[in-house]
């Protein structure tokens, strides 16, 4: 187990990239500029992927249904990309998440974590926007938590962060750390997954850590405009942060953000800390018939 954690999270602009070479190109600056400030954990946002789509012309950046379908053929290739920028700089990376097509034809959106030993896992989103159900998306059906060299990580796309039961399902599983990928249109919507990452870490006593889209990209049918500021969160705890702030960004300021998390004063909160917010969860009226229900698979990926 770690004693601490070095983390990346990015504000990551939607380009209008001019190849999927120059796409590669990106990326590949992206996670070399990242490894280089020390984080063994790179954090890419929700439909990141989309970006791709510019390289392919305006038949497809332009029309909703063909970015969908043409990202989701890029995904292996996409998140092989990245299974070897991870092997390369020694990092693990939460990939821009995309949708990947279903055996009826729909999509889900799905983030893919990957190792430096080549490991892949992968959580599709569990609860759907009002602008992907109006995409005719899929919700996904299984929680997981990844254990890795690193930790045991667990993956709440944007939208899930605002839902407790999920990220307390996940928590049971024992994860240590949640990613939020995020991919908000308004400020709003920013301070939305904000609120709902630093009370899931708040109420599980664990490290929360969000990663926007960020810029115009009025080219595209899907993510037109971006706004957000990464974030580290914890529970706000003497000796750990007062704030719970770890680290967080300049609103729509490409870059990345990092921290260091000190996962074994993490770890003692639950049984020595101010407040024992995981532990006395069951004390909530309905909270155990509630927990008894959710089902989590453990992957390995260590």
Known sequence: MRDTLRVAAAQYPIDAVPSLDAWNEKIARWVKNGAETGAELLVFPEYGAIEQAHALGPSVYQDLDATLAAIADLADARVAVHAELARRHGVHILVGSGPKRRADGRYVNAAQLVTPTGGIGEQEKLILTPFERNWNMMAGEEIRVFRTAIGNIAIAVCYDSEFPYLARAMARAGAEILLVPQCTERVSGNYRVRTGAMARALENQFAAITSPTIGDAVWSAAVDYNNGAAGVFVPAEQGVSD????????????????ATVDMNSLRRLRSGGEMRNFTDWLEQPGA??????????????A
């Open 288 to 301: 155990a018939a509630a927990e008894s229900s959710a089902r989590v698979r453990i992957v390995d990926l």
């Open 243 to 258: 704030t719970g702030v770890l680290a967080e960004g300049r609103m729509n300021e490409p870059g990345w953000i990092t």
